[in-house]
């Protein structure tokens, strides 16, 4: 049955039995607007979106990747404040031939993405469109803490990293040459493994800055730089390439370094401590703060990509 | 210039600038998410998204005049449930090749409208694409009010009506054969005028169910009707066909009552209220709730088109 057989409120019907309702949704889908405790008093709010064929390809993932991939990117952005996310609200366009078992399939993945940090998709809209197109607006509650912003770190500050890099980049090179193994790395591409409870464990050691890595590490860090006006060097020999990595790279043909330093969409967290903070679970330096401006790799400049302008 | 060539990052600037601040925003656009006041400690969510040839045309409509009716859409959401809206975040999908100005204006649009209500535009994201796609998520707060749902209406109730009805149905079949007055009526179609303060107000005097007239009136009016498990007969003796939209139905061969009944797009807002009870300035009363099922129109079946179906 395709969603124009099954019209746009039969399709709502569908989507929202795939729905999950967590503690913190006091009204979900079905009226005008959700309703979502906010017991902080302040909310945390975010939107990223997702069009095929830039952000996704149906015949790489799975209507379910989709979905754990658009809530992530999501989440992310949340737990990056130092926040615990609270709901989604989704607006899916979809051309009138699509499958309405494929928007049922993405609902399920948004929902069980959010459902790993008690999140839960509350609303949404849904319209044709020649375009499939997922946008995702993300909530969240700062249980009291003060936000970790961008702007906030201190030359003389670590560096540090929670979550992967490099992986997703690594298995979206390897799908778009055409294969389809290693399977470690193109699962990375399809469902990003989001360390979004170091996010709060960061904000409560005392992180200075923080910021979800989905554009590339470089650049993202350069977001911190600029915002805190201090200088930012990376040391490359803090990073450990897998042996799989490093195995697709030489296959392939690329700079493994440029996978881990410039690719997106793993949506790893980082952020600067003060120098002689202990580090929180999941975290590990991977550079420095100084006086200076820009972002540095081994105290040179980087003369590869920095990542990723989504309108170039 | 294009977006293209002003790049994700100089047109997230551009976008910026031309919008305001308001008294809720805690944080506004340029960290990983926005941080907003929830002082009633629930937040009130809802998303809307207009695709292009669906819900917009770019020669029916200025870049401003869309920002405004896209920011208006989700804004009567909240102001539905009896909620004053606070902060709204936007994901636009564009053609690389589109002028950045357009973009510009668009944001210029979106921002003037949350202002009527000192909301504003807190966060966002862009990403090329095929299909010009505006996807909004508005906020707001309850201010210690119950929200205002669609399934408290009982039998006995009085259905009442806040804004317009079919002014902006006109105004696009007006434009769709071709024309470009009553200006009126266009302009209604181009930039709604909804009744924001309607919403608060309803809830304060103890409205029993509220509904955002989006669809069309019956349509809405049916929302009501089945979460409430109720009937609801609309009386059209109480509507006034203004004479400009008796003169363009006459001329384009349309009943005024299938625009007054059936088109959407005025984001008028339709309550029900005990009898009784004084209605709130802005709101007239339009028909009954009784111990039935459906809509009916002055006791009998409409045979007319409900309202809009988005994948149909």
Known sequence: ?????????????RVVARLETGPTTLLGPGDDSAIVAAPDGRIVASTDVLVEGRHFRRDWSSPADIGHRAAAANLADIAAMGAVPTALLVALCAPVDMEAAWAEDLAGGLSAEASLVGASVVGGDMSSSPTLTVAVTALGDLAGQAPVLRSGAQPGDIVALAGRVGHAAAGYTVLSR???????????YRRPQVPYAAG????????????DVSDGLLQDLGHI????????????????IPGQMRDAATALGVDPLQW???????????ATFPAGVPLPEGWRQIGVVHDG?????????WTGPLGWDHFR
């Open 200 to 211: 709060p464990a960061a904000a409560r050691a005392g992180a200075t800055a923080m910021i």
């Open 293 to 301: 401006t820009g972002v540095t790799v081994d105290k040179k400049p």
């Open 1 to 13: 049955m395709s969603i124009a057989e099954a019209g746009e409120f039969g399709l709502i019907a």
């Open 260 to 270: 881990l330093l410039a690719g997106g969409d793993d949506h790893a967290l980082a």
């Open 225 to 240: 730089a600029k915002a805190s006006v201090v200088g930012v060097d990376v040391h490359t020999e803090r990073f450990e």
């Open 178 to 188: 055409g294969f389809r193994t290693p399977k470690a790395l193109v699962e990375a």
